[in-house]
């Protein structure tokens, strides 16, 4: 897992929890093997805030099948492999992050870590991508048109794959992304139920 170098040594993000690059992490002093934790089928590993269609605040939860199956599907249909980079930009309170947390560390591949409010930027983003050489990362669709205006996007080479979630994905929107970042596949899950998803990769060349 690899944070961004800016994060490490500055103001922790949640004070007073540290910020600290997990790769260079001294594990000298853990034991080893490291104990088993058992994991039920039925264990509740999150709980996403949402106010739906109620306006009222709530927090439905999540058992552990379907986001184990959602962030493995995704992995394995768009071909997410040790060798990647995810990025993982999305506030940790939206589900979407689940699968930016997890298919990674799951595959063996790299996690880099934006600092909070990154999402929003998309000059920050392009600097991120070209400094970790990221291959995979996630935009709602809007997000991506936005991302796709700004200057210099063409040079996010080593783009492979952009996840695409939280609304339709726009055939505009996915040609024009061929068009900017033709190494990246634009990929749009469809979610029977939350935290738990099918990935379908699109072919534009048909």
């Known amino acids: 897992m690899r944070i961004c170098e800016d994060m490490v040594g ?17 594990t000298g002093d853990v034991p080893m093997p490291i104990p088993a934790c058992p994991c039920m089928t039925n264990s509740w590993p999150m709980s996403v805030y949402t106010s739906g269609s109620t306006g009222a605040p709530k927090g439905p939860a999540t058992v552990i099948v379907p986001c184990r199956t959602g962030c493995s599907g995704c992995s394995r249909r768009t071909g997410l492999t040790a060798q990647d980079v995810v990025l993982q930009k999305t506030p940790f309170s939206f589900d979407v992050s689940v699968g930016e947390f997890f298919r990674p560390l799951m595959q063996g591949a790299t996690l880099a870590v934006a600092r909070p409010g990154d999402h929003r930027d998309p000059q920050r983003l392009r600097e991120l991508i070209d400094h970790h050489g990221v291959t995979t990362l996630h935009f709602v669709p809007s997000m991506l048109q936005a991302f796709l205006q700004h200057e210099g996007v063409q040079d996010c080479t080593s783009l492979r794959r952009i996840i695409c979630s939280g609304e339709a994905l726009p ?5 024009r992304t061929r068009e900017m970042l033709p190494g990246a596949v634009p ?3 469809v979610r029977p139920h939350r935290g738990g998803h099918r990935c379908h990769q699109l072919d534009l060349h048909r």
Do not use: H
């Not at 500055?10 to 992490?25: C, G, Q, R």
């Not at 055939?171 to 040609?175: G, M």
């Open 10 to 26: 500055t103001e922790p993000v949640f004070p007073p929890v540290p910020a600290m690059a997990l790769d260079v992490l001294d």
């Open 171 to 175: 055939v505009p929107v996915a040609q």
């Open 187 to 189: 990929a749009q899950p």
